[in-house]
């Protein structure tokens, strides 16, 4: 049986690895931050062990014997960077032979450093990967996650758009599910020649073909919006950084927020090819009408 480390095991999305983990016969480790135990709830056959996440060795403790450390945390620099550094130390300390850290994002391997903070932490991270030359690391890229379509940045509810910045309103744009992006992780975990990158999306969608599905599930004609051009959000992105007197610690800032806007409007945010299919019928991926269910009542409420 293969014995899988999950940190960040408490959160949205490490819950569920855990969960479809467990369903596809693994042992999990279930790594919680100490004096967490008591507020988070596993099923009794997770072991769930208390970590000291500053402690390289108390990490030791928590992936001791698991043949794959997967990684769930958020954060900023303190936790993508320092936090996961000190889990891959110990991951190799204890001869553990894979890792997949917290990428769960856009495929930025397609453009390069300086046009989204919270992916260029993610980028520098993978330079001590690296240099861990016996740990094979797989990224799971799933574009944006289903709830980034709540954000008032990309879809205005109240007035029924979807906004878009630049020429086109047709930029293909991947989205995935919290369930999708668990199940697909729990078999990469379990799949020994999994490779550095799995590109995945439950779904791909345009500016337009969101809109459509809107108006569907709210019942009100929903348009799409042009907000202005690429190099007036890349402006705008600019003047809100000067203005930020701590941008490294801002953890949710307006800024970075346009900055997924100008990746996906300027093509990042959609694959030209995904690897679905590579679990065949094990993961059942969610349909934009699915994806966007959840959220139903969420847009009502902000109809005005």
């Known amino acids: 049986m293969v014995q899988v480390s999950v940190a960040g095991a408490s959160g949205n999305l490490g819950s569920r690895i855990v969960a479809s983990l467990q369903a596809r016969g693994a042992s999990v480790v279930a790594i919680v931050r100490t004096g967490k135990t008591s507020s988070t709830t596993f099923p009794p056959t997770v072991k769930v062990v208390e970590a000291d996440y500053a402690s390289v060795s108390s990490l030791r403790d928590a992936v001791r014997g698991s043949q794959v450390v997967v990684s769930a945390l958020q954060g900023l620099r303190p936790v993508i960077v320092e936090t996961q550094s000190r889990l891959l130390q110990a991951a190799a300390e204890e001869s553990v032979p894979r890792f997949i850290p917290s990428d769960y994002a856009i495929d930025f391997t397609t453009f390069g450093p300086g046009r989204n903070r919270n992916l260029d932490l993610r980028r520098e991270f993978w330079q001590q990967i690296d240099e861990q030359p016996n740990i094979r690391a797989t990224s799971i890229l799933p574009g944006a996650f289903a709830f980034t379509l709540t954000m008032p940045w990309f879809v205005d509810v109240a007035q029924a758009k979807v906004l878009y910045w630049g020429d086109n309103a047709d930029v293909a744009i991947d989205y995935s599910s919290l369930d999708n992006v668990a199940d697909y992780t729990a078999l990469a975990a379990l799949d020994d020649d999994a490779p550095r990158y799995l590109r995945v999306a439950s779904t791909t969608q345009t ?98």
């Open 207 to 304: 500016p337009t073909t969101l809109a459509v599905a809107l108006s569907r599930l709210t019942g009100r004609q929903f348009t799409t919006k042009r907000e202005g051009s690429l190099d007036e959000i890349r402006g705008k992105i600019a003047t809100l950084l000067q203005q930020d007197p701590s941008p490294g610690d801002n953890l949710r800032p307006y800024w970075q927020a346009l900055q997924f806007a100008e990746n996906i409007s300027s093509g990042f945010g959609g694959t030209k090819t995904h690897d679905n299919d590579r679990y065949g019928s094990q993961v059942k991926w969610a349909t934009i009408e699915e994806v966007l269910a959840p959220f139903k009542s969420a847009f009502l409420a902000r109809a005005g």
